[in-house]
């Protein structure tokens, strides 16, 4: 069973830098797609970034520039790290994996695991 662990999360003011990272556990492999989705409150949840190997990244427009999202796959990890931060960045962070979908996949719906989130808060 595939489990992901979020963490990474905090309190940042406006235009300062974090990274986000995610740990995969389970039979997850090179051959799945890894992606970062957010949900602000009240807001449903949206795409920010996703890849799968080798080399294909689909970043969302309003992050591009200053979002870059990686992965180690001998570790299972895939991170975001994020600068430039701005306060309608404030979000719950959250990891997704899927062995079918490609990065530009970017409905909710198409992802198969979740991780449980972490909160970033972007202070103006």
């Known amino acids: 069973q595939v489990q992901l662990e979020e963490s990474g999360g905090g309190l940042v003011q406006a235009g300062g830098s974090l990274t986000l990272s995610c740990s995969a556990f389970?039979?997850?492999?090179?051959?799945?797609?890894m992606a970062w989705f957010r949900q602000a409150p009240g807001k449903e949840r949206e795409f920010v970034a996703a890849?799968?190997?080798?080399?294909?990244?689909y970043i969302e427009d309003s992050v591009k520039g200053r979002f870059t999202i990686s992965r180690d796959n001998a570790k299972k990890t895939v991170r975001l790290q994020m600068s430039s931060l701005k306060p309608e960045d404030t979000a719950v962070y959250y990891c997704?994996?899927?062995?079918?979908?490609?990065?530009?996949?970017?409905?909710?719906?198409?992802?198969?695991?979740w991780g449980q989130g972490t909160q970033v808060t972007v202070s103006g």
């Open positions: 997704a994996v899927d062995s079918k979908v490609v990065p530009t996949a970017t409905r909710a719906a198409a992802w198969d695991y």
């Open positions: 389970g039979p997850v492999d090179s051959s799945y797609s």
């Open positions: 890849m799968r190997e080798p080399n294909y990244t």
